[in-house]
């Protein structure tokens, strides 16, 4: 953990390879194999201004204060971007299916969102904390290709992101790229095998993916990650 402290706080961001994650998170692959098949029961998303159906989500919110290590689930509520931070949904209170209450309790969850709060913990011990926790499933077809950031690179206008692939299906393309504010390329890196993940200082840096396609057009294609943001309470 140490080492992936003094990345975040050097580079701004860190890239954790999925035997490193789960050497960390410490479970065994079939409990693993059932937190990814939550992602199967994700709902589109209606709130694409560009008209796209390609994108399904959950969305859950928590609270964590300071000295306690828990994260106490909120009230289901809407999710709100500035404009400023996503120029193609910004402004508007968009409202997704909350996720499963197993999903939370699940220890890949639990662990994850244990691993994120130590590095916000880190950067800026005794804060209280608002969390958010994003299921996304990105889907490509033929000719329509999946947008895993639709509104380009930006910053998620909160403290700290953590993402972790939890699987490509028949995919091409899903870069990360990571820059800084004036858009300077500092990374570009293809997530890819289970909790292969990335943690970013979102004050710092700046993030994006590019879009995706089926590898083999025939055949149904997918991008399931987990995104959890950390932004002071």
Not at 203 to 223: I, K, N, Q, W
Request: aromatic letters at 6%.
């Amino acid at each position: 953990m140490t080492a992936l402290l003094d990345e975040v706080r050097t580079h701004g961001f860190a890239r954790l390879r999925p035997e490193e994650s789960l050497a960390r998170l410490r479970l065994p692959a079939p409990l693993l194999a059932d937190f990814a098949a939550s992602w199967q029961r994700l709902e589109t998303d209606a709130f694409m201004a560009d008209g796209g159906r390609y994108r399904r989500r959950r969305l859950a919110n928590f609270l964590a204060l300071p000295g306690r290590p828990d994260h106490v689930r909120g009230l289901h509520r809407p999710h709100f971007q500035a404009v400023v931070h996503n120029t193609l949904n910004g402004g508007v209170d968009r409202w997704f299916a909350p996720v499963e209450d197993a999903t939370i309790a699940h220890p890949a969850c639990q662990g994850l969102l244990a691993l994120g709060r130590e590095v916000a913990d880190n950067l800026h011990p005794d804060t209280p904390w608002f969390v958010e926790m994003h299921q996304f499933r990105i889907e490509a077809a033929a000719g329509t290709p999946g947008l895993p950031t639709p509104e380009g690179v930006h910053h998620d206008g909160v403290d700290v992101v953590l993402i972790a692939m939890l699987a490509r299906r028949n995919l091409r393309g899903g870069e990360t790229r990571v820059t800084d504010p004036e858009g300077a390329e500092l990374a570009r890196f293809t997530l890819d095998g289970l909790l292969d993940l990335a943690v970013m200082d979102d004050r710092r840096v700046m993030h994006g993916v590019t879009p995706v396609e089926p590898a083999d057009p025939a055949l149904p294609s997918s991008r399931d990650v987990l995104v959890l943001t950390w932004r002071k309470a």
